[in-house]
Protein backbone atom coordinates (compact mmCIF):
# COMPACT_ATOMS: atom_id res chain seq x y z
CA UNK A 1 0.00 0.00 0.00
CA UNK A 2 1.27 3.24 -1.12
CA UNK A 3 1.73 6.03 1.49
CA UNK A 4 2.40 9.39 2.15
CA UNK A 5 5.96 10.10 2.51
CA UNK A 6 7.75 10.49 5.77
CA UNK A 7 8.95 13.45 5.16
CA UNK A 8 5.99 14.88 2.99
CA UNK A 9 6.51 18.66 2.32
CA UNK A 10 2.91 19.15 1.99
CA UNK A 11 0.83 20.31 -1.07
CA UNK A 12 1.07 23.91 -0.15
CA UNK A 13 4.58 24.02 -0.03
CA UNK A 14 7.22 24.98 -2.68
CA UNK A 15 8.92 21.66 -2.89
CA UNK A 16 5.98 19.90 -2.99
CA UNK A 17 6.51 17.16 -5.45
CA UNK A 18 9.82 17.93 -5.77
CA UNK A 19 12.16 17.17 -2.62
CA UNK A 20 13.28 13.92 -2.78
CA UNK A 21 10.99 12.04 -0.20
CA UNK A 22 8.20 12.83 -2.72
CA UNK A 23 9.60 9.98 -5.18
CA UNK A 24 7.21 7.54 -5.29
CA UNK A 25 4.55 9.12 -3.69
CA UNK A 26 0.91 8.42 -5.85
CA UNK A 27 0.54 12.07 -5.82
CA UNK A 28 4.12 13.60 -6.89
CA UNK A 29 3.05 14.63 -10.78
CA UNK A 30 -0.08 16.46 -9.14
CA UNK A 31 1.44 18.16 -6.10
CA UNK A 32 4.45 19.33 -8.75
CA UNK A 33 1.84 20.89 -10.71
CA UNK A 34 0.50 23.34 -8.69
CA UNK A 35 -2.82 21.57 -9.39
CA UNK A 36 -3.24 19.90 -6.22
CA UNK A 37 -6.48 19.50 -4.67
CA UNK A 38 -5.68 23.13 -2.81
CA UNK A 39 -6.30 24.75 -6.09
CA UNK A 40 -9.51 22.60 -6.82
CA UNK A 41 -12.39 24.85 -7.33
CA UNK A 42 -14.29 22.24 -5.74
CA UNK A 43 -12.98 22.81 -2.60
CA UNK A 44 -15.01 26.26 -2.07
CA UNK A 45 -18.17 24.19 -3.49
CA UNK A 46 -17.38 21.15 -1.12
CA UNK A 47 -17.38 24.07 1.65
CA UNK A 48 -20.43 25.65 0.72
CA UNK A 49 -22.34 21.57 0.46
CA UNK A 50 -20.67 20.49 3.79
CA UNK A 51 -22.35 23.70 5.51
CA UNK A 52 -25.41 21.74 6.59
CA UNK A 53 -23.67 18.65 7.75
CA UNK A 54 -22.70 18.87 11.75
CA UNK A 55 -20.08 16.01 12.02
CA UNK A 56 -17.63 14.90 9.67
CA UNK A 57 -15.97 11.66 10.97
CA UNK A 58 -13.92 9.49 9.27
CA UNK A 59 -12.93 5.84 9.99
CA UNK A 60 -9.30 4.71 9.34
CA UNK A 61 -7.39 1.52 9.25
CA UNK A 62 -3.92 0.37 8.83
CA UNK A 63 -4.90 -2.97 7.74
CA UNK A 64 -7.68 -4.56 5.40
CA UNK A 65 -9.73 -7.02 7.14
CA UNK A 66 -9.77 -5.61 10.20
CA UNK A 67 -13.80 -4.62 10.81
CA UNK A 68 -13.69 -0.52 9.72
CA UNK A 69 -16.40 -1.20 7.86
CA UNK A 70 -18.55 -3.13 10.02
CA UNK A 71 -17.63 -0.67 13.13
CA UNK A 72 -18.87 2.05 10.49
CA UNK A 73 -22.03 0.52 9.74
CA UNK A 74 -22.65 -0.09 13.66
CA UNK A 75 -21.38 3.47 14.50
CA UNK A 76 -24.12 5.01 11.46
CA UNK A 77 -26.73 2.85 13.49
CA UNK A 78 -25.74 3.94 17.24
CA UNK A 79 -25.90 7.44 16.03
CA UNK A 80 -29.23 7.04 14.12
CA UNK A 81 -31.21 5.33 17.01
CA UNK A 82 -32.10 8.44 18.18
CA UNK A 83 -35.17 9.23 15.57
CA UNK A 84 -33.88 13.14 15.79
CA UNK A 85 -30.70 12.73 14.53
CA UNK A 86 -29.50 12.63 10.98
CA UNK A 87 -27.32 10.58 9.97
CA UNK A 88 -25.31 9.96 6.77
CA UNK A 89 -23.13 6.99 5.86
CA UNK A 90 -20.57 7.47 2.87
CA UNK A 91 -18.08 4.57 1.49
CA UNK A 92 -15.06 6.17 -0.02
CA UNK A 93 -13.63 2.25 -0.44
CA UNK A 94 -13.92 2.82 -4.46
CA UNK A 95 -12.04 -0.68 -5.09
CA UNK A 96 -13.93 -2.90 -2.38
CA UNK A 97 -17.24 -1.39 -1.35
CA UNK A 98 -18.75 -3.30 1.25
CA UNK A 99 -21.24 -0.75 3.11
CA UNK A 100 -24.07 -2.22 1.10
CA UNK A 101 -23.92 -5.30 2.08
CA UNK A 102 -23.27 -4.80 5.38
CA UNK A 103 -26.33 -2.64 5.47
CA UNK A 104 -28.26 -4.95 3.56
CA UNK A 105 -29.04 -2.49 0.66
CA UNK A 106 -27.46 -4.55 -2.24
CA UNK A 107 -29.41 -3.91 -5.63
CA UNK A 108 -30.61 -0.80 -4.56
CA UNK A 109 -29.63 2.24 -6.88
CA UNK A 110 -28.70 6.01 -7.21
CA UNK A 111 -31.67 8.31 -8.44
CA UNK A 112 -30.69 11.58 -9.21
CA UNK A 113 -32.69 14.67 -8.61
CA UNK A 114 -32.28 18.41 -9.26
CA UNK A 115 -30.59 19.03 -6.09
CA UNK A 116 -28.33 15.97 -6.92
CA UNK A 117 -27.93 11.95 -6.51
CA UNK A 118 -30.17 10.95 -3.40
CA UNK A 119 -28.43 9.07 -1.18
CA UNK A 120 -30.24 5.60 -0.52
CA UNK A 121 -31.91 5.15 2.54
CA UNK A 122 -32.03 2.65 5.21
CA UNK A 123 -34.21 4.61 7.32
CA UNK A 124 -35.79 7.91 7.46
CA UNK A 125 -32.99 8.87 9.24
CA UNK A 126 -29.94 7.21 7.78
CA UNK A 127 -28.76 7.83 4.41
CA UNK A 128 -26.32 5.70 2.49
CA UNK A 129 -23.89 6.09 -0.73
CA UNK A 130 -21.06 3.94 -2.15
CA UNK A 131 -19.69 3.61 -5.43
CA UNK A 132 -21.81 -0.18 -5.15
CA UNK A 133 -24.96 1.31 -5.49
CA UNK A 134 -23.15 2.18 -9.34
CA UNK A 135 -21.85 -1.07 -10.24
CA UNK A 136 -24.44 -3.21 -12.75
CA UNK A 137 -23.07 -6.18 -10.32
CA UNK A 138 -22.10 -6.57 -6.88
CA UNK A 139 -18.77 -8.45 -8.75
CA UNK A 140 -17.71 -6.18 -10.96
CA UNK A 141 -14.35 -4.88 -10.76
CA UNK A 142 -13.15 -1.06 -10.83
CA UNK A 143 -10.39 -0.87 -12.10
CA UNK A 144 -9.40 2.81 -11.70
CA UNK A 145 -6.12 5.04 -11.75
CA UNK A 146 -6.06 7.59 -8.97
CA UNK A 147 -7.50 10.87 -10.67
CA UNK A 148 -10.17 8.85 -11.54
CA UNK A 149 -10.92 7.92 -7.61
CA UNK A 150 -10.33 11.03 -6.64
CA UNK A 151 -12.98 12.37 -9.21
CA UNK A 152 -15.90 9.84 -7.54
CA UNK A 153 -14.67 11.28 -3.96
CA UNK A 154 -15.53 14.35 -4.94
CA UNK A 155 -18.63 13.28 -6.91
CA UNK A 156 -19.60 12.05 -3.71
CA UNK A 157 -18.87 15.43 -1.48
CA UNK A 158 -20.30 17.69 -3.77
CA UNK A 159 -23.00 16.40 -6.24
CA UNK A 160 -24.61 14.34 -3.52
CA UNK A 161 -28.25 15.91 -1.42
CA UNK A 162 -26.99 14.77 2.23
CA UNK A 163 -29.44 17.37 3.10
CA UNK A 164 -29.22 18.29 6.87
CA UNK A 165 -27.01 15.90 8.29
CA UNK A 166 -25.81 15.51 11.82
CA UNK A 167 -23.51 13.11 11.65
CA UNK A 168 -21.69 12.05 8.46
CA UNK A 169 -19.97 9.12 8.72
CA UNK A 170 -17.03 7.96 5.99
CA UNK A 171 -15.57 4.56 5.82
CA UNK A 172 -12.24 4.55 3.96
CA UNK A 173 -10.53 1.87 2.33
CA UNK A 174 -7.57 -0.12 4.58
CA UNK A 175 -3.54 2.69 4.00
CA UNK A 176 -2.87 5.51 3.24
CA UNK A 177 -3.28 6.50 -0.78
CA UNK A 178 -4.97 8.38 -2.91
CA UNK A 179 -8.89 8.42 -1.40
CA UNK A 180 -7.41 9.40 1.91
CA UNK A 181 -5.17 12.23 0.77
CA UNK A 182 -8.40 13.60 -1.47
CA UNK A 183 -11.28 13.13 1.32
CA UNK A 184 -9.14 15.50 3.70
CA UNK A 185 -7.80 18.04 1.01
CA UNK A 186 -11.75 18.33 0.10
CA UNK A 187 -12.86 18.12 3.64
CA UNK A 188 -9.75 20.88 5.08
CA UNK A 189 -11.85 23.81 4.29
CA UNK A 190 -15.20 22.32 5.72
CA UNK A 191 -13.79 21.43 8.81
CA UNK A 192 -13.29 17.66 10.00
CA UNK A 193 -14.26 16.32 13.59
CA UNK A 194 -11.24 14.13 13.50
CA UNK A 195 -10.99 10.13 12.70
CA UNK A 196 -11.86 6.79 14.59
CA UNK A 197 -8.82 4.20 14.02
CA UNK A 198 -9.61 0.89 13.93
CA UNK A 199 -7.07 -1.98 14.47
CA UNK A 200 -7.19 -5.70 16.01
CA UNK A 201 -4.42 -6.45 18.76
CA UNK A 202 -1.54 -7.96 17.15
CA UNK A 203 1.46 -6.47 16.69
CA UNK A 204 1.13 -6.93 12.44
CA UNK A 205 -2.18 -4.98 12.33
CA UNK A 206 -0.40 -2.25 14.96
CA UNK A 207 2.04 -1.43 13.19
CA UNK A 208 -0.04 -0.27 10.28
CA UNK A 209 -2.20 1.86 12.76
CA UNK A 210 1.13 3.66 13.86
CA UNK A 211 1.76 4.42 9.89
CA UNK A 212 -1.61 5.72 9.93
CA UNK A 213 -1.49 7.93 13.16
CA UNK A 214 1.87 9.35 11.28
CA UNK A 215 -0.51 9.93 8.28
CA UNK A 216 -3.45 11.94 10.25
CA UNK A 217 -0.44 13.91 12.41
CA UNK A 218 1.46 14.66 8.77
CA UNK A 219 -2.15 15.73 7.08
CA UNK A 220 -3.27 17.75 10.37
CA UNK A 221 -6.07 15.49 10.75
CA UNK A 222 -7.60 15.59 14.19
CA UNK A 223 -7.84 11.90 15.87
CA UNK A 224 -10.67 11.08 17.88
CA UNK A 225 -9.22 7.98 19.00
CA UNK A 226 -8.59 4.11 18.61
CA UNK A 227 -10.87 1.11 18.47
CA UNK A 228 -9.41 -2.70 19.43
CA UNK A 229 -11.23 -5.07 17.25
CA UNK A 230 -11.76 -8.84 17.28
CA UNK A 231 -10.18 -8.22 20.98
CA UNK A 232 -10.79 -11.66 22.10
CA UNK A 233 -13.90 -14.27 22.12
CA UNK A 234 -15.93 -15.71 24.21
CA UNK A 235 -17.54 -19.06 23.73
CA UNK A 236 -21.33 -18.98 23.70
CA UNK A 237 -21.62 -22.38 25.05
CA UNK A 238 -18.49 -22.24 28.25
CA UNK A 239 -18.31 -18.38 28.48
CA UNK A 240 -14.13 -19.23 28.22
CA UNK A 241 -12.52 -16.18 26.66
CA UNK A 242 -10.05 -16.81 24.08
CA UNK A 243 -7.37 -14.61 22.44
CA UNK A 244 -7.79 -15.47 18.74
CA UNK A 245 -5.16 -12.77 17.81
CA UNK A 246 -2.80 -12.54 20.86
CA UNK A 247 -1.70 -8.73 22.01
CA UNK A 248 1.96 -9.76 21.77
CA UNK A 249 2.81 -6.46 22.33
CA UNK A 250 -0.01 -4.77 24.85
CA UNK A 251 -2.01 -4.52 21.96
CA UNK A 252 -4.22 -0.93 21.31
CA UNK A 253 -4.03 -0.03 24.82
CA UNK A 254 -0.57 -0.07 25.21
CA UNK A 255 0.21 1.61 21.88
CA UNK A 256 -2.27 4.05 22.57
CA UNK A 257 -0.86 5.06 26.14
CA UNK A 258 2.50 5.03 24.16
CA UNK A 259 1.73 7.65 21.51
CA UNK A 260 -1.08 9.19 24.21
CA UNK A 261 -3.60 8.78 22.23
CA UNK A 262 -7.34 7.61 23.12
CA UNK A 263 -8.34 4.14 23.31
CA UNK A 264 -12.06 4.20 22.99
CA UNK A 265 -13.01 0.82 23.40
CA UNK A 266 -12.03 -2.60 22.95
CA UNK A 267 -14.91 -5.22 20.49
CA UNK A 268 -14.97 -8.90 20.98
CA UNK A 269 -15.38 -11.12 18.40
CA UNK A 270 -19.01 -11.74 17.88
CA UNK A 271 -20.46 -14.30 15.56
CA UNK A 272 -24.13 -12.50 15.98
CA UNK A 273 -22.41 -9.72 13.56
CA UNK A 274 -21.59 -11.90 10.90
CA UNK A 275 -25.40 -13.47 10.85
CA UNK A 276 -28.61 -11.88 10.20
CA UNK A 277 -28.87 -8.23 10.30
CA UNK A 278 -31.71 -8.27 12.73
CA UNK A 279 -29.54 -9.90 15.53
CA UNK A 280 -26.93 -6.67 15.77
CA UNK A 281 -28.87 -4.09 14.04
CA UNK A 282 -31.90 -1.77 15.24
CA UNK A 283 -35.32 -3.16 13.88
CA UNK A 284 -36.07 -0.06 12.41
CA UNK A 285 -36.10 -0.99 8.85
CA UNK A 286 -37.14 1.46 6.19
CA UNK A 287 -39.97 -0.27 4.07
CA UNK A 288 -38.56 -2.58 1.44
CA UNK A 289 -35.20 -2.62 2.77
CA UNK A 290 -33.62 -6.29 2.89
CA UNK A 291 -33.58 -7.27 6.33
CA UNK A 292 -30.67 -10.04 6.29
CA UNK A 293 -27.02 -9.62 5.01
Same mark, same amino acid.
Given at each position: ?????????????????????? &??????????????????????????????????? /????????????????????? /????????????????????? *????????? &?????????????????????????????????????????????????????????????????????????????????????????????????????????????????????????????????? &?????????????????? &?????? /???? =??????????????????????? *??? =?
Amino acid at each position: MEEVPHDCPGADSAQAGRGASC &QGCPNQRLCASGAGAAADPAIEEIKEKMKTVKHKI /LVLSGKGGVGKSTFSAHLAHG /LAEDENTQVALLDIDICGPSI *PKIMGLEGE &QVHQSGSGWSPVFLEDNLGVMSVGFLLSSPDDAVIWRGPKKNGMIKQFLRDVDWGEVDYLIVDTPPGTSDEHLSVVQYLAAAHIDGAVIITTPQEVSLQDVRKEISFCHKVKLPIIGVVENMSGFICPKC &QKESQIFPPTTGGAEAMC &QDLKIP /LLGK =VPLDPRIGGPRSAWAPSRVAPGA *PST =V
